[in-house]
């Protein structure tokens, strides 16, 4: 690309009339311009205002974009596309979460809570401790534009039979105090196959209200079709999916189960009493050959440990409620595994702050954390479960055994 004679004299007249130390920024900020107006125009076939047999979309304004380089601060414009995306390849997109985080920190050094780790990261992403509290705010208000959009989106379109729910827990601050935060996630499989984040929120705790609320947010914005739920057993999270959710199954996360089992027995008989539970949940595809298995595991230890029987025996039906769906779902319903690897990310993320200078600034962090993973799943090839195999929930039991004998 080269700039026609007219372009360089218009470049020289804005050099001309501006400062020495700024000329090599402004020289640099109009050919990036330049670079990117031209990738653009490849990209999208045509000029502006230009009519070719090539082209594929218009243009629809520009967004501003900032880039900072050793030569200042680029004050650059980004196309807009009627349809599709465009970024230039100079530049190197800024993820969602890392702006969140970027904010995240900012506020908390503005409001005080700031430590050396803080003014670290600061530097290491490229800003001046020195940022002004209206640039935090400019900064906090576009993100949180982005979750709540993302939060009140509606889910009316299809129906999403399976809903799994857990919480995980941050320190945020609150008045003068420093206190435990529950992050709660509910992650939904649609009728396609496909999973999607369905919603998210923070609270003092996990408590009936709480989560009550928050399912209340979830069915106000469409969600409906839900066959079972999937959950650790919170005495408030249960109470609420009762409420909530009527007629739908609830399956006990089998790992949670276990956990609370273990911590029972001694540490020596840990391992082997795990292991006998654990041949309830091997995959067999007929409802009446895992139910047959849990029958022997009761019975085996009603001899070795009868506490442990008498507790399996009293949450039988919360423990196979996974068994009355399709054989090819098991392995991926009867815990909450699926969003064990999202809380570790929400956690990685946000130790790096350490404490948070408010709930809105947790909140803030740890949606576009969601809403990161829910674009990537929204945009993979592969599903969490074939259409084929989803089709099996509008059958009724009997016909679903079939299906799965005739499979076999």
Same mark, same amino acid.
């Given at each position: 690309?080269a700039l026609?004679?007219?372009?360089l004299?218009e470049?020289?007249?804005?050099?001309?009339n501006?400062?020495v130390?700024?000329?090599? &920024? *402004?020289?640099t900020e109009k050919?990036?311009?330049?670079?990117i107006?031209?990738?653009?125009?490849?990209?999208i076939?045509?000029?502006p205002f230009? &009519?070719t047999i090539e082209?594929?979309?218009q243009?629809?304004g520009?967004?501003?974009?900032?880039l900072t380089t050793t030569?200042?601060? %680029?004050?650059?414009r980004?196309?807009?596309?009627?349809?599709? *995306?465009?970024?230039?390849?100079l530049l190197?997109?800024?993820r969602?979460v890392?702006?969140?985080?970027?904010?995240?920190?900012?506020?908390?050094?503005v409001?005080?809570?700031?430590?050396?780790?803080?003014?670290?990261?600061?530097?290491a %992403?490229g800003?001046?401790?020195g940022?002004s509290k209206?640039?935090?705010?400019r900064?906090?208000a576009g %993100?949180d534009?982005?979750?709540?959009?993302?939060r009140? &989106?509606?889910?009316g379109e299809t129906a999403y039979?399976?809903v799994?729910?857990d919480a995980?827990y941050?320190?945020?601050?609150?008045?003068r105090?420093?206190?435990?935060?529950? =992050?709660?996630?509910?992650?939904g499989?649609?009728?396609?196959?496909?999973r999607?984040?369905l919603?998210f929120d923070?609270?003092?705790?996990?408590?009936?209200?709480f989560?009550t609320?928050?399912?209340?947010?979830?069915?106000?914005?469409g969600l409906?079709?839900v066959k079972l739920v999937?959950?650790?057993a919170?005495?408030g999270?249960i109470?609420? =999916?009762?409420?909530?959710f009527?007629?739908?199954? /609830?399956? &006990?996360?089998?790992?949670h189960?276990?956990r609370?089992?273990?911590t029972?027995i001694?540490?020596?008989?840990?391992?082997?009493v795990?292991?006998?539970i654990r041949?309830?949940?091997v995959p067999r595809?007929?409802?009446?050959l895992?139910?047959?298995?849990?029958?022997q595991?009761v019975?085996?230890?009603?001899? *070795?440990?009868p506490a442990?029987?008498?507790?399996l025996?009293?949450?039988r039906?919360?423990l196979?409620?996974?068994?009355?769906?399709?054989?090819q779902? /098991?392995?991926q319903? /009867?815990?909450?595994?699926?969003l064990?690897?999202?809380?570790?990310?929400?956690?990685?993320r946000?130790?790096?702050?350490?404490t948070?200078?408010?709930?809105?600034?947790?909140?803030?962090l740890?949606?576009h954390?969601l =809403?990161?993973?829910?674009?990537e /799943?929204?945009?993979a090839?592969?599903r969490?479960f074939?259409?084929?195999?989803?089709r099996?929930?509008?059958?009724?039991?009997?016909?679903?055994a079939?299906?799965?004998l005739?499979?076999a």
């Amino acid at each position: 690309m080269a700039l026609d004679q007219s372009a360089l004299l218009e470049l020289l007249g804005e050099l001309q009339n501006t400062d020495v130390s700024d000329r090599i &920024r *402004s020289a640099t900020e109009k050919l990036y311009q330049e670079l990117i107006d031209a990738e653009a125009t490849a990209f999208i076939g045509a000029a502006p205002f230009e &009519r070719t047999i090539e082209r594929v979309t218009q243009r629809n304004g520009t967004r501003p974009r900032t880039l900072t380089t050793t030569a200042g601060q %680029l004050d650059l414009r980004i196309p807009k596309l009627r349809s599709g *995306s465009f970024f230039p390849s100079l530049l190197e997109r800024r993820r969602r979460v890392d702006q969140a985080l970027f904010a995240v920190v900012m506020e908390a050094y503005v409001h005080g809570v700031s430590t050396r780790k803080v003014d670290d990261l600061v530097k290491a %992403l490229g800003a001046d401790t020195g940022i002004s509290k209206s640039e935090v705010s400019r900064i906090c208000a576009g %993100l949180d534009e982005d979750v709540a959009a993302f939060r009140d &989106r509606q889910l009316g379109e299809t129906a999403y039979p399976y809903v799994f729910v857990d919480a995980t827990y941050c320190k945020a601050r609150v008045g003068r105090r420093v206190v435990s935060q529950a =992050i709660v996630v509910a992650v939904g499989v649609a009728a396609d196959g496909r999973r999607q984040v369905l919603g998210f929120d923070v609270g003092d705790t996990e408590s009936e209200p709480f989560w009550t609320a928050f399912f209340r947010s979830l069915k106000a914005r469409g969600l409906g079709g839900v066959k079972l739920v999937v959950s650790d057993a919170h005495a408030g999270l249960i109470a609420a =999916i009762r409420v909530a959710f009527q007629g739908a199954s /609830w399956q &006990r996360c089998r790992v949670h189960f276990m956990r609370n089992v273990l911590t029972r027995i001694s540490r020596t008989d840990g391992p082997m009493v795990a292991a006998i539970i654990r041949t309830v949940f091997v995959p067999r595809g007929k409802r009446a050959l895992v139910r047959a298995q849990f029958d022997q595991v009761v019975t085996m230890l009603e001899r *070795s440990h009868p506490a442990v029987a008498q507790t399996l025996d009293e949450v039988r039906d919360e423990l196979l409620a996974f068994a009355d769906f399709p054989s090819q779902h /098991w392995q991926q319903i /009867w815990s909450t595994n699926p969003l064990e690897r999202l809380n570790k990310e929400i956690k990685r993320r946000t130790d790096v702050v350490g404490t948070f200078p408010n709930p809105a600034a947790l909140l803030r962090l740890a949606g576009h954390v969601l =809403i990161e993973q829910h674009d990537e /799943w929204d945009s993979a090839d592969r599903r969490y479960f074939s259409e084929n195999s989803m089709r099996l929930l509008d059958l009724i039991p009997e016909e679903v055994a079939h299906q799965e004998l005739t499979a076999a």
